[in-house]
């Protein structure tokens, strides 16, 4: 493994950029997986029965990874000359129109200033500048660097230059391309360049005619405050066209990604006829990537824990992951309760919802803020879900290991042991959630009624006297404890429904506000 992703690091082994095959990162993780086993194995108590068992899960979970990667390989399509290219992140298309924006912007907040905060003198501006021009990569902020008013209109005229230069380089493209919608795409730029520069030249004039400096400062901010913020509409249409290359914003690496699983979960759709195949697919491989993002999210809190604070792109990324875990474990619902048909919508669905926060994130504009914890309390609905699935866990492992299995008497006794530390972690949250002031009274409720109702029939069936274990069919041994587990699940499954049904809210509130806000 190491040497092939050696190979594929140093251009060796040649590989099929038209297909998301994505070969060297899929060998780092089984090498990670392969390490995480070989360390176990050297463990000193590694002969023991437990750690073995252990061992033999996780090897069987690895040959399952396997599996379904080869799978997944399999039933990618066959690649076509006119497949449509992911966004590489060259975003040297928008660089014109960057500058343009920018020196619009900055031009209308100058002017905007009040009097007390007038302008630099150009000398002063030039030495603001000069850092950037050697290379820094600080740049002054809109309204930083300001020349008089008297010379708004020189700066207007170095806009119209590199209009112009835009200008001519799309009609040479027009002339080179013979593809008839990307001669219709460089048409409507052009016409927009067009459009932009009689406007900048009807300022121009107005400006030149004017010497009053009050005048000139309405003159800019009233005129070209429309013009400002169409500019970076455009310049955030272009980003978002580009790959996250062309995004400033650290959300944009996460959302690229996502979109481009639901890209490739369309394409599995479209090569097999299989329906289960395409709900387990889209299962397996949704929940690895849920837990992945989980991780990551983890260690931007625990950094945040430790050291009391995270910059702007690890706090962008953690509002990301925020907002789409709940829509993602909807999918993953939708696989498990619902047909084909739903599947296919809820990840068109997603595509829609994740570029609609693309566009959010690679705007101009300031994004609403992700869902903040702390303040507004516990999510009772989370961590009451979170608490369950370990519940579940422990139901699970009692199942398998003393009832569905039990060749004897002692499975009794093991599996009344299993109860009695189910009943431990009862105990032990009912605990918590009291120390707690009983904010989630719901969770109470539910273990006291439910759960230890449950909990303490099975336990009193396992302690009669007269009962033979041995002689019991299967399906006598886990009828008890099957009721326990189904009221389980289907708490869990109310759970997250409602977990879901909050996430996406938020998510609408969210755009709701980016839509007043731009408007």
């Known amino acids: 493994l190491l040497k092939r992703i050696k190979d594929i690091r140093k251009g060796d082994v040649q590989i099929d950029t038209e297909q998301n095959i994505k070969q060297e990162q899929m060998l780092s993780e089984f090498r990670m997986e392969i390490m995480t086993i070989l360390l176990k194995l050297v463990d000193r108590d590694a002969t023991s029965i437990d750690k073995l068992k252990e061992i033999s899960q996780d090897l069987l979970r690895f040959k399952m990874t396997i599996s379904n990667e080869v799978m997944r390989m399999l039933m990618l399509p066959q690649a076509t000359s006119g497949k449509k290219q992911q966004p590489t992140g060259d975003c040297s298309e928008c660089d014109a129109l960057k500058d343009i924006s920018f020196k619009i912007e900055n031009l209308v907040a100058c002017a905007d200033k009040e009097e007390g905060e007038d302008a630099q003198e150009p000398e002063a501006d030039a030495e603001a500048a000069a850092p950037a021009e050697d290379g820094s990569s600080d740049k002054a902020a809109p309204g930083e660097v300001c020349m008089p008013p008297a010379m708004y209109a020189m700066d207007l005229i170095s806009v119209n230059e590199l209009i112009d230069t835009e200008i001519r380089d799309l009609y040479n493209n027009i002339v080179t391309k013979t593809d008839e919608e990307e001669r219709q795409k460089l048409f409507k730029k052009l016409d927009d360049f067009k459009s932009l520069r009689e406007t900048i030249d009807d300022m121009i004039t ?70 289960e195949a395409k709900k387990e697919f889209v299962r397996t491989d949704m929940i690895k990537y849920i837990n992945d993002n989980n991780n990551e999210a983890r260690e931007i809190l625990i950094k945040k824990a430790t050291e009391g604070a995270i910059d702007e792109c690890e706090q962008e990324k953690s509002d990301i992951y925020k907002m789409t875990k709940a829509p993602m474990w909807m999918l993953v619902n939708t696989t498990i309760f619902s047909g084909v048909d739903e599947l296919e919508v809820m990840v068109d669905a997603m595509i829609t919802q994740l570029e609609e926060l693309l566009k959010q994130y690679c705007g101009s504009d300031e994004v609403a803020p992700g869902p903040v914890d702390g303040d507004d309390g516990p999510n009772c609905e989370w961590e009451e879900y979170e608490q369950t699935k370990e519940y579940l866990i422990k139901v699970d492992e009692i199942i398998q290991e003393s009832l569905f299995k039990a060749k004897d008497d002692s499975a009794q006794m093991t599996a009344l042991l299993g109860f009695v530390d189910i009943q431990g972690l009862y105990d032990k949250r009912v605990k918590k959630l009291f120390e707690d002031e009983l904010v989630c009274p719901d969770e109470v409720k539910m273990i006291k009624k439910e759960y230890m109702s449950q909990l303490n029939k099975c336990m009193a069936e396992f302690m009669n006297g007269k009962l033979k274990f041995s002689e019991m069919s299967r399906l006598q041994r886990i009828s008890c404890t099957k009721e326990l587990r189904n009221a389980m699940e289907s708490r869990m499954g109310k759970l997250l429904q409602a977990e879901l049904e909050k996430s996406l809210n938020e ?5 709701e506000a980016n839509a007043i806000k731009s408007a």
């Open 507 to 511: 998510i609408e509130v969210a755009s």
């Open 206 to 275: 107005k400006l030149m005619s004017q010497t009053d400096e009050e005048k000139l400062k309405k003159l800019v901010t009233r005129s070209l405050g429309r013009v400002n913020t169409e500019l970076k509409t455009k310049l955030s249409d272009c980003q978002a066209q580009c790959g996250p290359g062309g995004c400033e914003s650290c959300a944009a690496d996460v959302l690229y990604d996502a979109i481009a699983k639901m890209n490739d979960y369309k394409t599995f759709f479209n090569n097999t006829d299989d329906e």
